[in-house]
């Protein structure tokens, strides 16, 4: 029995299939290349061009390799452009998950883990989000996520009881930062690291937006977590779901504590060693103080820690980044 990881040529879904190849569960990747990389799946792990979106290349997957269980990462992760291209967002990411989910009953394969986002929260109400905090999504991605997790709720649901019962799990994930592998980086043009690295490189100081808040040191604090870490949880769902065990419908996978932005800046101009001066900027509209999430919940059922420093999740992200690209 295999597990199949949706998008396991991106920046995440390749650290679950090396996760989960670790653990001796048998990785498949499928993934499109939209924004994946080929050469982040390594060694004998069989590989599917095919997009979600063609439920039967997913049926025959699912079938080849006698999966037992999907780890869906494949998706279109850009909140900003989701704004501008709402409908590809949708179609990438509610069809995508649709289609899945089709293509899993067919085959029969029961078990599935979800990437979720802290995007279905919008900007909470409460600075300490928890999976009880109202979910308020603010951009057709985090509307997206949220759609995605409600198809997997209403099929949970639909074979409750049956011998076709999908057993279920969406991660919600805060930033997600750092690389377990120097041939693995966050490729995206968007992503705070890929982009604060990009600016030094170009010779442009980063910018810190706003130094008066109410925060220990009056920049914002934002949660970060490592993706090491978070691959880790994403066995444990799997090795919980497999074994029949019950999980919560969602889970947040978020630091407990946050970073502030001068924490990160800080930690940036220290690994990288520029002499660049981090510029201090007024505040930017809509930006709140704080947003933290518990883990508490994913900390009792799916193994989840925070196990890295802010210096550690810059260093693995400074290594892997390729440089001058
Ligand atoms: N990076 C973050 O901070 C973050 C935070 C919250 C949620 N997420 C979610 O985690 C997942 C993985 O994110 P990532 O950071 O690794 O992004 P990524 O862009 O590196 O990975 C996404 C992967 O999915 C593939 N893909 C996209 N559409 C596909 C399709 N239709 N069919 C098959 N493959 C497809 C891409 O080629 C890519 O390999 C996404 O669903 C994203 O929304 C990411």
């Known amino acids: ?39 982040f799946v390594v ?18 997957a699912l079938i080849e390799h006698n999966v037992e269980g999907v780890i869906h990462c494949a998706g279109y992760k850009f ?46 109400s409460s600075p300490v989000v928890t999976e009880q905090t109202p ?3 603010e951009s057709p991605y985090g509307e997206s996520k949220l759609i995605g997790e409600w198809l997997i709720r209403d099929q949970v649901r639909a074979t409750a009881g049956t011998d076709a019962a999908l057993a279920a799990t969406s991660l919600r994930y805060f930033n997600v930062v750092g690389s377990g592998f120097r041939d693995v980086w966050d490729a995206s043009p968007h992503n705070l690291f890929p982009k604060v690295f990009a600016a030094i ?23 970060y977590v490592h993706v090491s870490d978070l691959a880790h949880s994403h066995v444990a769902a799997a090795r919980m779901l497999a074994a029949g065990r019950g999980l919560a419908p969602v889970y947040n996978l978020g630091s407990g504590a946050g970073t502030s932005v001068r924490e990160i800046v800080d930690a940036i101009v220290a690994v990288t060693g520029t002499s660049l001066v981090p510029i201090e ?3 930017r509209p809509g930006d709140p103080a704080r947003i933290v999430a518990t883990g508490d919940l994913a900390a009792d059922d799916l193994e989840w820690k925070n196990s890295h420093s802010v ?12 440089h001058g690209s």
């Open 201 to 223: 490189e170009a010779g442009n100081a980063p910018q810190i937006n706003g130094t008066d808040y109410d925060t220990p040191d009056g920049t914002c604090v934002r949660d």
């Open 43 to 60: 060694g004998d792990t069989p590989f599917v061009r095919a997009s979600v979106l063609d439920t039967a290349a997913v049926i025959a």
């Open 79 to 124: 909140a900003g452009e989701s704004v501008k291209y709402p409908l590809h967002t949708y179609q990438q990411n509610v069809d995508g998950t649709r289609s899945l989910l089709e293509a899993m009953a067919v085959a029969g394969v029961r078990l599935l883990v979800f990437s979720s986002s802290a995007g279905v929260y919008g900007t909470p």
């Open 135 to 137: 979910t308020e999504p």
């Open 281 to 283: 900027a007024p505040r």
């Open 1 to 39: 029995m295999s597990w199949l990881v949706t998008g396991g040529a991106g920046y995440i879904g390749t650290h679950v299939v090396r996760a989960l190849d670790a653990a001796g569960m048998q990785p498949v990747v499928l993934d499109d290349l939209s924004t994946g990389i080929e050469s």
């Open 311 to 322: 210096r550690e999740m810059v260093e693995s992200a400074w290594a892997s980044h390729p």
